[in-house]
Structures are given as structure tokens and as C-alpha cells.
């Protein structure tokens, strides 16, 4: 298990990275900001005795020859910390881009940080990564799906003026290259890319959130199918839930429709759980699951993993609603009436007890830093 220092934690890769982390078990990462690395003996202070530095951050968006100035700068700040650094770590890794050195602003200015990473003489890992996609990407900034999820969660409808084709790899995938772990089922280190034009790509997301609108659950024959719709899930939460669902009743009783998939596998089952008693504290990297409850009340507590803040939902058989997890988002139900409860779950894939993708996290935040998207 290695002793890890990120510059760029509070970003969109830096964040995925630190859950991967949390999932794997592993210690919090030494995070340096940015006015860490503008202090070379203070960032030298905080590089002493870690066994690797994940170089993440940089500049994506704004004038030409700020992105070009800003990714040099930062790469030649860490330089300048390892330089200082009585003991400095075995190895950099650098999230570069597939951009590089291709005759843009962005582009060089990222091969000259690999060149200027590489004459500190600690070992240099320079990774260089497609367009990533993934939840909680910020629209207009980290990514085109990013956007397009966005403008569809908030019923609105892409529009493509220059149709190309895409490479694209799941943020997750990006993290467990760059962390150096083996593949485990929620995350591959190969970034296996989805190949697709910007028209497909539209096209597949409005289908997805077309279905989804009603409850719904889209067509998931992939991999890249269930990440595409976790990210465009991760756009919705938590404005869209939850979904009440209708019910149906004659002299015989009553009828609920739970889940209606279009495709790809899925599983169901149901339990009864005791007043007071909780079910849950864990999160998932890819499962998609759902919650309904159909006899009895409780409360759906969430968590985004790093944040502090609880989103809590009280639900009841009365009025059945549907609640669907968000990936990398703590959850537990807790049954809150003097009656038993009795809920019914629904995940898209079998459970696979060498791969089950549920990670122990407590809802109720530790007092930990937060590990914020966009910082």
C-alpha cells in the first residue's frame, strides 16, 4: 500500500481518484494545493517521505496563453518542491494529456511539463489520458458528456454544430491507471475508450434520459452503457427524486410497477426490516441500485463521498417513490415507523460475491477534509 501525494485533489480527476482511493482502503493522500506548490519549501515539506506524487493539476479552460503559462508553471513549482526535498518520492506521475505536443497552446504547453517533470530525476510516469467522462463533471468545463448531461437533466436538448469522433474514457478508469492498481471490475487500468461521434453520443444520452424521465431504466448492454448512465444520473441528484411511482388498486388489492429495464441484466429482491434498524453505509463505483418502499416509512439518508453534507429523503408504502443510488454516494435506509418495513431493491447487474462493488462508508460524515469537486 503506497504512501500517495496529489497535486490537483479538489479537481474532477483528483476526486475520483481520492474515491478510488477510499474504496481501495488505502490512506488519505497528501494533498497540495496551490499555494503549497507556489512555496517550494513548503511543498518539499509535504512531499518528504511519500512513495508517489499523482501530478494532476493544470489548466484546461480560459485565454490561450494563460492555459499554456498555468500548466508549465505548476509543473515546474513541483519541480522546484522535488528539487527541495530531503526525501523526495520514487516516482511522479503525470496525468498529461493525448493533446500533447500537438502544435496547440494547451498541447505543448503540457509536453513541455513532461520534459520539465523529467529532468527533476525522479522517475517519471507520464500517462497520457483521452477525454475523460464521469460523474460530476462539470458542464462547459471538464467534458462534453459533462454537458450534454447536464442540458438534458435540466430538460433541455444538445444542439451539435461540428460532428467528430470521440475517444473517451471513464474517470475512474483514468484513476486506477494513474493510482497503479489491477483491474477490479469497477475500474479497468487498460482505459478501455468508447469510440463515438458527437451526434452518437447525443443521440445514445437522449435516449437514456428520454426513458429515464418516467423511471424507466435505459438499455445497459455495456459497460460504457451503465457509466454513460451513471453520469448522466449524477446530473439529476437529487432534484429528480424521488419518483413517485403509480399505483394501481381494485377489490383484489393493490399493484405497484417498480422497474420497467429495456435491456441488460438486473436483479430484485426484497427485505423486511425491524423499527429502528438500518440498512446500508456503503457506496458503489458502477452498480446502479434502487430503492421502493412498499409497506411501512423510513428515511433514505445520502452522502457524496468526501462531503459533508447528508440529503435525506423520508419515504413511505403509503405513497411508493422510487430512489435510485447515485454512485460514489454513501446511502442506508432506516426504517422510522413502529412497523415492520418492507422495501424491494433492484440493481442492474447479478451480484457477484468476488466482485460485489459495495464499499463500507458511513453516511454521517467523519470529520475529514472534504474532498470537493472543482477546488
Known amino acids: 500500500m503506497l504512501r500517495l501525494a496529489v497535486t490537483g485533489g479538489g479537481g474532477f480527476l483528483g476526486w475520483h481518484v481520492r474515491v478510488l482511493l477510499r474504496a481501495l482502503g488505502w490512506p488519505e493522500p497528501t494533498v497540495l494545493s496551490r499555494a503549497d506548490l507556489a512555496d517550494p519549501r513548503l511543498a518539499a515539506a509535504r512531499?518528504?517521505?511519500?512513495?508517489?506524487?499523482?501530478?494532476?493539476?493544470?489548466?484546461?479552460?480560459?485565454?490561450?496563453?494563460?492555459?499554456?503559462?498555468?500548466?508549465?508553471?505548476?509543473?515546474?513549482?513541483?519541480?522546484?518542491?522535488?528539487?527541495?526535498?530531503?526525501?523526495?518520492?520514487?516516482?511522479?506521475?503525470?496525468?498529461?494529456?493525448?493533446?500533447?505536443?500537438?502544435?496547440?497552446?494547451?498541447?505543448?504547453?503540457?509536453?513541455?511539463?513532461?520534459?520539465?517533470?523529467?529532468?527533476?530525476?525522479?522517475?517519471?510516469?507520464?500517462?497520457?489520458?483521452?477525454?475523460?467522462?464521469g460523474e460530476h463533471g462539470r458542464p462547459y468545463y471538464n467534458s462534453a458528456v459533462a454537458t450534454f448531461c447536464r442540458l438534458l437533466a435540466e430538460g433541455g436538448w444538445p444542439e451539435v454544430h461540428a460532428d467528430r469522433e470521440l475517444s473517451l474514457v471513464h474517470v475512474t478508469d483514468a484513476a486506477a491507471r494513474l493510482i497503479g492498481v489491477p483491474g477490479g471490475g469497477s475500474w479497468d487500468p487498460a482505459m478501455p475508450p468508447l469510440h463515438i461521434g458527437v451526434q452518437s453520443l447525443v443521440d445514445r444520452l437522449t435516449v437514456m434520459a428520454t426513458t429515464y424521465r418516467t423511471g424507466e431504466i435505459p438499455s445497459l448492454l455495456s459497460r460504457h452503457d451503465v457509466r454513460l448512465f451513471n453520469t448522466y444520473r449524477s446530473h439529476c441528484f437529487p432534484a429528480h427524486y424521488p419518483l413517485t411511482l403509480p399505483r394501481r388498486a381494485d377489490a383484489r388489492g393493490e399493484l405497484v410497477e417498480t422497474v420497467k429495464a429495456h435491456g441488460g441484466a438486473g436483479q430484485t429482491f426484497c427485505s423486511t426490516t425491524r423499527p429502528g434498524i438500518t440498512r446500508g453505509e456503503h457506496f458503489h463505483l458502477a452498480k446502479v441500485e434502487r430503492f421502493v418502499v412498499l409497506r411501512g416509512s423510513a428515511?433514505?439518508?445520502?452522502?457524496?463521498?468526501?462531503?459533508?453534507?447528508?440529503?435525506?429523503?423520508?419515504?413511505?408504502?403509503?405513497?411508493?417513490?422510487?430512489?435510485?443510488?447515485?454512485?460514489?454516494?454513501?446511502?442506508?435506509?432506516?426504517?422510522?415507523?413502529?412497523?415492520?418495513?418492507?422495501?424491494?431493491?433492484?440493481?442492474?447487474?447479478?451480484?457477484?460475491?468476488?466482485?460485489?462493488?459495495?464499499?463500507?462508508?458511513?453516511?454521517?460524515?467523519?470529520?475529514?477534509?472534504?474532498?470537493?469537486?472543482?477546488?
Not at 121 to 131: A, E, I, K, Y
Open 47 to 133: 512531499l518528504a517521505g511519500v512513495d508517489r506524487v499523482l501530478h494532476l493539476a493544470g489548466v484546461n479552460r480560459g485565454e490561450p496563453a494563460e492555459v499554456a503559462a498555468g500548466n508549465v508553471q505548476l509543473a515546474a513549482q513541483l519541480a522546484d518542491g522535488l528539487k527541495h526535498c530531503a526525501n523526495p518520492p520514487t516516482r511522479v506521475v503525470y496525468a498529461n494529456s493525448v493533446q500533447a505536443g500537438n502544435g496547440t497552446p494547451y498541447g505543448d504547453a503540457k509536453a513541455t511539463a513532461a520534459r520539465v517533470l523529467a529532468d527533476t530525476g525522479v522517475d517519471l510516469d507520464d500517462v497520457l489520458l483521452p477525454n475523460l467522462y
Open 299 to 375: 428515511e433514505i439518508s445520502l452522502r457524496r463521498i468526501g462531503d459533508t453534507e447528508v440529503l435525506r429523503f423520508a419515504v413511505s408504502g403509503g405513497e411508493p417513490a422510487l430512489v435510485d443510488m447515485p454512485t460514489m454516494w454513501a446511502h442506508k435506509l432506516v426504517n422510522t415507523g413502529a412497523d415492520e418495513l418492507v422495501t424491494m431493491f433492484w440493481t442492474n447487474e447479478l451480484f457477484d460475491p468476488e466482485r460485489p462493488d459495495t464499499w463500507s462508508e458511513p453516511v454521517e460524515p467523519a470529520r475529514s477534509a472534504p474532498l470537493a469537486v472543482g477546488a
